[in-house]
C-alpha cells in the first residue's frame, strides 16, 4: 500500500496550512522531515528540515494505525508558512520513498476501507464526493483541452513508439524486425526528457500564478520596511512604530500586481536578537525572505542589513529616500517617493518570469512528471549500459504510467498496434 | 421416460481449450463427458506443429503448473526445443517446442485415458438443456440426451466455420471437419452476442521435393528447455528446421492474384489477426518490404509434410503452388494440401465473467477459439480455468479466479471479459504489467499451491514441487544467512560498489558474472546447493528492485479485483458521476473495482462513489 499525503486544507491562504501524510510509510516519512515525532496523539512543535534547510517550525501530530481518521498510521504537519512552505514541505515529503501526492477522494476512501466511516456516513459526504468528482473532472477537462494535455500526448506519442520498438525487439524476437533499436529509442527519450525538464522548471512560475508570488521586503529594524508595505498595499497591514524589533513576525498582504498575484511579505527586522521570542521571528524572517520569489533590500547609508547577500534577481533601495538624498534608486514610504517606479519594477521582472510560461501547474502533476522524467532518465542509463530490454521497457512503461495521469490512460493495446503498423509481423 | 446419462461436467469439443477443461474438471473429481465430434482428432494441432513461444510459452507453464497436459504432450512430441529470448533476461524467455504432430496427438489421449471419471462420446452437440435461465444438459445430433450439472462449450473454430480457398468456399470447421452449425442457431437463439472472425493456415509442402542443400538450417537449443516443470529432456530424437526467402517473384505473382484471394476477393467479412497476416496481407500492407521470412518446419519424425510458417493464404491452389515455386530452394516443391482461411463465429467475451461462466446462465462455460481468441496455448489456458469453474460449480463451490498481477492466464480472461477483441486475441509478454513477476520459471511458485488447495494439482506434481521449494528455501536460508562488506565480496571476486553497505550473497547472484564457486568461496555450503536452485535464486535477484516498485500496485489492484460489484448495479443512478463515466460504467458492466478503475477516465472519486454504492446494495441483499 502506497502511503499518501496532500495538502488538506485550501491552497493558498494564509494562516495555518495542513499537509496530511497516510500510510504505512507516514511515520518514516514525519521521522525524515523532522526527526523525533511525538507520541501518538499528541501535539508537539518540530522543526521540520529537508537535508540541511528549515522549511519551516510547525506542529506535528501522529496518529496510529487504528486510531485514526483513515485507520493507516497519520501524520499531520500544520505549518505556517504561506504558499511556499507548503510547496516546500510537498516537495520533500515526495522525496521520501514510497510517498505519493493522494488522489482526490483518496483519504475518503482509505478510511471508509477501513472501517472509520459508516456507508451512512461516506453517504453524508456525498455532496462533497461530488464536488470532488466534479472539480477534477473540472481539471480533467481543463487539461484535456489546454496546453498540458497537448504536451502530454507529444510525450505520450513519442514514449509509443519507443516502447513500441523496444517490445518488438522481446515479443517478436523470431521476427523481421530490427535488432539494434537502442540508438532510435534513446533519441526518443532524449527528446521527451528535455521537454519535460523545460516544463519542470516553469511548474514554479505557473504555481506562482496560481498561488501568488512572494516578495519580501528585507532590511534592518526601522529601515522603513512596514511603512513601505503599507503604501505598496495602500493599507496599513504592518504596525508601524519608531521602536525597533516592532514587526517580530511575518506579515503578509495579498495585492494584485498588474494582474499577477503577489504577496507582499514584511519580515522581522534583521538584526542580532537580544530576547529569544525575537530570535525566532528574526530566523523565521530570515527563511522566509530566502524563500521568496523577489526580494526588495533596503539599505540605508550604504549598509546592507546583516547577513543579506543580494543576488542579481533582486530589488537594492536606498531606504527612507525622503530624508536624506544620496546615491542610486531609493524608495520612501513615507513620502511614497519611488513607490510607483519599485512597483513597475516588481512587474515587470515577475511578467518577465511569468512568460516563460509552464504548463505544469498541479503539484500532482508535477510530481507525474517528476517521476516520468526519473524513469526515463534511468531508461537511457540502462540502454547506455547495454541492459537487458525487459528492464529498459520496464522503465518507459513506468514513464507511461504517471503520464497517464496526464493525458488519460496508455493501453498496451496502442504500443502493440504501433508494433503493427510498423513491422510485419508474422511467420 | 428412458435413463439420461448424467455427468457433473460435460464439455464440448475435443480441441485444446476442451481437452484442458475435461482433464481439469476430472482432476477435480467431477464425472466428465468429453462430446466431440470425432475421438480419434482429439490433440490434432489444427494449424502450426509447434507449442510455446513468447507470451504462449508463459501460458503453457501456466497450465503446466496448474498440472494441465499441454505442456506434457508437448515435450513427448517434442522434436526441437528452442528457449526464445535468450539474450533477454528470464521473464521475457519463452519455451517453444516443434511438435511431431502423431506423437503430441497420441500424448494428449494418452494423457486423457489416465484420467478416472472422464468418458469420451462421439457424438455432435446440437443443442443445450435450458430451462429458466440454467443449463442442465446437451442433446446430440443422433438424439441422445446427456445430463449435466455444468456444461463447457469449446467449439473453437467450427460455429457457423466456412473455409476458402481462393474462390471456393464451403462449410466446415476446419479442413476435413464438417461445421457445427445446428450448435450456432442454439446459441444465437440464447441471445449471445456474436461476431466473424477469420485465421488461415499455409499449404503444406513434400519435404522430399525441398532443396534443404540451399537453405539456411535452424537448429535447435543446445541445452533444450522443457515445458513442463516434470519433465527432464527430449525423448525423441531431434531435427533441424531450414529457413528460406519469399522475393520479388513471389510477391509479383501474389498481387497479380490478388482478385482470386478469398481475402482481397471480398468473400470473407470476417476480421483476421495483424500479427499472423497472410501472404497477400504481407505484399499488400508492406509493398515496400522486398522479403519476408519463411520458416520450414517438419511436421514429424516419421512424416514428410513440411510447415512453411509464413506463408499463410487464400489465395487458390495453383497460385499457391505458383509463388511457393518462387522461392529459393523450393522450385521444385510439391504441396501435399492447399492452404486456407477459415471464418468463423465466436462469442462477445464480454458476455462471460471472469471465471468464463457466461453471465446470466447457470452452469455454460466457454472457452477457447470461441471466445476469440487464436492458439493452442491460449485455448488451453482457458480451458483450465472453465473446467474447474464447471468443478466447482458442479459441487456448488464458488469460482476460482486468477489475478492478473499473478498470471498470463489472469490477464487473458480480464483482457477478453473486459475489453472484448477486435481480432482474433493471442498472448504477448507486453500485455502483462507485472511482466517481470510473471516468468515463465516460476509459473509454478506462482500457480501449483493454489492448484493443490482446490485439487487441480495430482500428487505426483505437488510432491515434486515441495521438494523444489524445501530446495529453494534451503538455498535461500544458506545465501542469505551472512552479510558481507563490499571489500570482502570484491576480494571475492563479486564486483559491488564500495558503498560500505553491506549485503548477503542472495543480493549479489543479481550480478550476472556471479558463479556458484564464487558464492562457495565466501559461503562454503553454497557448493552444495543443486545449480537449478541457485539458478532460479538468481532469476529472482535480477528483477528485485524492480519488484519491490511494483509490489504495492500490485497489491492495490488485487484489493481492487476483491472488490466485486453487484451484477445487477444500477450504474446509471449513481450520483456525483459525470454523464459520460456513467455511459461508459453501463456499457462496459465492470464485475470489479479493478476493472472499472481502468475504463478511461475513471476518476479515483468516482470509483469512491462506485465503492459505497456497491457495499450498500450488498448489505441490503444480505438483510433481504
Ligand atoms: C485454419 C486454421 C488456422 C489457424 N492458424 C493459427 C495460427 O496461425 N496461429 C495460432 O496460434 N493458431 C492458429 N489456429 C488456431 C488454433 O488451431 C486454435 O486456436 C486452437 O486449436 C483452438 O483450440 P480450441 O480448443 O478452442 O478449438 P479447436 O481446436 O478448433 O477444437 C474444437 C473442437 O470442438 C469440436 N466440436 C465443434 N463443434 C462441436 C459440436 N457441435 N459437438 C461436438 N464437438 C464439437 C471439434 O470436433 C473440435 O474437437 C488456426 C486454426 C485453424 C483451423
Known sequence: MDTIYALSTARGRAGIAVVRVSGPAATAAGVALCGALPSPRTAALRTLRRGGDVLDRAMVLRFSAGASATGEDVVEFHLHGGPAVVAAVLGALAAVPGLRPAEPGEFTRRAFENGRMTLTEVEGLGDLLQAETEAQRRQAMRGFDGALRRAAEGWRGLLIEAAALLEATIDFVEEDVPVDVGPTVRALLARVVLDMERELSGFAVAERLRDGFEVAIVGAPNVGKSTLLNRLAGRDAAIVSSEAGTTRDVIEVRMDLAGLPVTLIDTAGLREASDPVEAIGVARGRDRAQAADLRIILVEDGRLPEGVCPSASDIVLRAKADGDPGEGEGVSGATGAGVDALLERIASILSARVAVGGLVTRERQRAAVFRAKGLLESAMIGLDRGQVAELVAEDIRGALAAIEALAGRVDVEMVLGAVFSQFCIGK | ?624
Not at chain 2, 193 to 210: A, S, Y
Request: net charge neutral; charged share 25%.
Open chain 2, 1 to 624: 421416460m428412458f435413463h439420461v446419462k448424467q455427468f457433473d461436467v460435460i464439455v464440448i469439443g475435443g480441441g485444446h481449450a476442451g481437452t484442458e477443461a475435461a482433464a481439469a474438471a476430472a482432476r477435480m473429481g467431477s464425472s466428465v463427458g468429453l462430446v466431440t465430434l470425432d475421438p480419434a482428432k482429439i490433440g490434432v494441432m489444427s494449424c502450426n506443429p509447434a507449442i510455446g513461444g513468447l507470451g504462449k510459452g508463459h501460458l503453457v507453464r501456466e497450465v503446466d503448473a496448474l498440472d494441465g497436459i499441454i505442456g506434457r504432450a508437448g515435450d513427448a512430441a517434442g522434436i526441437q526445443f528452442r528457449l526464445l529470448n535468450r539474450s533477454k533476461g528470464p521473464a521475457v524467455q519463452g519455451p517453444r517446442v516443434q511438435a511431431d504432430r502423431s506423437l503430441f496427438r497420441a500424448a494428449v489421449q494418452d494423457l486423457l485415458g489416465k484420467l478416472s471419471g472422464l468418458t469420451i462420446i462421439r457424438g455432435e452437440v446440437v443443442d443445450l438443456v435450458e430451462r429458466d435461465n440454467r443449463i442442465s444438459g446437451v442433446v446430440l445430433a443422433d438424439g441422445t440426451s446427456l445430463g449435466a450439472r455444468a456444461v463447457v462449450l469449446t467449439a473453437g473454430t467450427f460455429l457457423n466455420g466456412v473455409i476458402h480457398i481462393g474462390d471456393v468456399s464451403r462449410p466446415a470447421g476446419r479442413v476435413g471437419d464438417a461445421a457445427s452449425e445446428k450448435l450456432a442457431a442454439r446459441l444465437a437463439a440464447l441471445d449471445l452476442p456474436r461476431g466473424r472472425l477469420k485465421t488461415g493456415t499455409p499449404p503444406r509442402l513434400d519435404g522430399r521435393t525441398i532443396d534443404w542443400g540451399r537453405l539456411e538450417r535452424q537448429p535447435g537449443d543446445e541445452d533444450p528447455v522443457m515445458l513442463s516443470f516434470l519433465s527432464s529432456g527430449p525423448v525423441v530424437p531431434q531435427v533441424v528446421c531450414g529457413i528460406t526467402h519469399t522475393n520479388g517473384r513471389t510477391h509479383d505473382i501474389v498481387r497479380a492474384n490478388l482478385g482470386r484471394s478469398a481475402m482481397y476477393g471480398g468473400r470473407i467479412e470476417g476480421v483476421g489477426p495483424r500479427y499472423c497476416p497472410s501472404i497477400e496481407d504481407k505484399v499488400v500492407r508492406f509493398a515496400d518490404k522486398e522479403s519476408h521470412q519463411v520458416f520450414l518446419e517438419p511436421e514429424g519424425l516419421h512424416d514428410d509434410t513440411v510447415y512453411p510458417n509464413g506463408l499463410s493464404t487464400s489465395l487458390p491452389a495453383d497460385v499457391q503452388e505458383a509463388y511457393v515455386r518462387s522461392i529459393r530452394g523450393l522450385e521444385q516443391v510439391r504441396l501435399t494440401a492447399p492452404g486456407y482461411a477459415v471464418e468463423y463465429d465466436y462469442v462477445d467475451p464480454r458476455a462471460l465473467d471472469r471465471s468464463l461462466a457466461v453471465r446470466g446462465i447457470e452452469g455454460l462455460y466457454f472457452a477457447g477459439q470461441v471466445n476469440g481468441t487464436t492458439g493452442y496455448e491460449e485455448a488451453a489456458a482457458q480451458g483450465v480455468v472453465a473446467g474447474a469453474n464447471a468443478a466447482r460449480h458442479a459441487r456448488g463451490e464458488a469460482p476460482i479466479v486468477l489475478s492478473r498481477t499473478e498470471s498470463y492466464i489472469g490477464v487473458m480472461i480480464d483482457d477478453l471479459t473486459v475489453r472484448g477483441v477486435t481480432e482474433p486475441y493471442r498472448m504477448f509478454t507486453s500485455r502483462a504489467e507485472y511482466r517481470l513477476t510473471l516468468r515463465a520459471d516460476n509459473a509454478d511458485q506462482r500457480l501449483t499451491p493454489m492448484g493443490a488447495a482446490v485439487g487441480l494439482v495430482g500428487a505426483a506434481r505437488l510432491a515434486a514441487f515441495d521438494k523444489k521449494i524445501a530446495t529453494l528455501e534451503k538455498a535461500r536460508r544458506v545465501l542469505s544467512a551472512r552479510r558481507f562488506s563490499p571489500q570482502i565480496l570484491a576480494s571475492a571476486g563479486i564486483p559491488v560498489s564500495a558503498d560500505g553497505r553491506s549485503r548477503n550473497l542472495l543480493e549479489c547472484l543479481g550480478f550476472a558474472a556471479v558463479s556458484q564457486e564464487t558464492l562457495a568461496v565466501l559461503e562454503p555450503e553454497a557448493a552444495a546447493i543443486p545449480p537449478e536452485a541457485v539458478s532460479q535464486l538468481r532469476r529472482e535477484a535480477l528483477y528485485a528492485t524492480f519488484v519491490e516498485r511494483q509490489a504495492s500496485s500490485a497489491a492495490a489492484i488485487r484489493r481492487d479485483e476483491g472488490q466485486a460489484l453487484p451484477e445487477d448495479m444500477d450504474f446509471g443512478s449513481i450520483a456525483g458521476l459525470s454523464e459520460e463515466l456513467r455511459g461508459k460504467l453501463m456499457r462496459i458492466r465492470p464485475a470489479n473495482l479493478a476493472q472499472a478503475a481502468r475504463i478511461e477516465g475513471m476518476t479515483p472519486a468516482a470509483l469512491l462513489l462506485l465503492l459505497t454504492r456497491a457495499r450498500r446494495e450488498n448489505a441490503q441483499r444480505a438483510r433481504a
